[in-house]
T-cell receptor, first 112, second 116 residues
Framework: TQLLEQSPQFLSIQEGENLTVYCNSSSVFSSLQWYRQEPGEGPVLLVT?????EVKKLKRLTFQFGDARKDSSLHITAAQPGDTGLYLC????????????FGTGTRLTVIP | KAGVTQTPRYLIKTRGQQVTLSCSPI?????VSWYQQTPGQGLQFLFEYFSETQRNKGNFPGRFSGRQFSNSRSEMNVSTLELGDSALYLC???????????????FGSGTQLSVL
């Protein structure tokens, strides 16, 4: 049983389209992180959100933490082929804890 | 600054054998965590070490163990290997476990273990 469920599991879109990835749980997290992982590499941290309702922007990526700190979303505007990869959300139950609970992952393919 | 280094990159073992994986964290980082990644279960937390002490442990059997040395380098060991242990084993380092702050984890490229 996964603590964090991501949807969709797979996403294939054309360059220039917008997309949203969801990360849902019934548990409350002190913080939630989003990572991107490329083949043959480890995950790379994109953002950390800690406050319920918080919105963070990273160029064309917008991250939101749910008000109740149980869910999060990642929105990509005008997707580029370089956005292709496995997107993972990860939650920490305790503040400062490094034992993260990872989501099931969303594999995104952006077609040129 | 060098990143997190994991060795070996690939490993093939047979059932019943044991294996030791190594992780060198980023210089100055004192926390090292280990994760197992499989297609079916995704990324799952194994354990975390800080200052040579295990600080957190995931829900894995006792066949999985680890340790950390005084220079923060860490090793994990899996004994009596099973087919289901085939996975990418990832190590992540963090600067320090300051209370009340959320650490930024830096992952290595992993060790791909295949158990035949």
């Amino acid at each position: 049983t996964q603590l964090l469920e991501q949807s969709p599991q797979f996403l294939s879109i054309q360059e220039g389209e917008n997309l949203t990835v969801y990360c849902n749980s019934s548990s409350v997290f002190s913080s939630l992180q989003w990572y991107r992982q490329e083949p043959g590499e480890g995950p790379v941290l994109l953002v950390t959100v800690v406050t319920g309702g918080e919105v963070k922007k990273l160029k064309r990526l917008t991250f939101q933490f749910g008000d109740a700190r149980k869910d999060s979303s990642l929105h990509i505007t005008a997707a580029q082929p370089g956005d292709t990869g496995l997107y993972l959300c990860a939650g920490a139950i305790e503040t400062g804890a490094n034992n993260l609970f990872f989501g099931t992952g969303t594999r995104l393919t952006v077609i040129p | 600054k060098a990143g997190v280094t994991q060795t070996p990159r690939y490993l093939i073992k047979t059932r019943g054998q044991q294996v030791t994986l190594s992780c060198s964290p980023i210089s100055g980082h004192r926390s090292v965590s280990w994760y197992q990644q499989t297609p079916g279960q995704g990324l799952q937390f194994l354990f975390e070490y800080f200052s040579e002490t295990q600080r957190n442990k995931g829900n894995f059997p006792g066949r999985f163990s680890g340790r950390q040395f005084s220079n923060s380098r860490s090793e994990m060991n899996v004994s009596t290997l099973e087919l289901g242990d085939s996975a990418l084993y990832l190590c992540a380092s963090a600067h320090s476990p300051l209370t009340g702050t959320n650490e930024k984890l830096f992952f290595g490229s992993g060790t791909q273990l295949s158990v035949l």
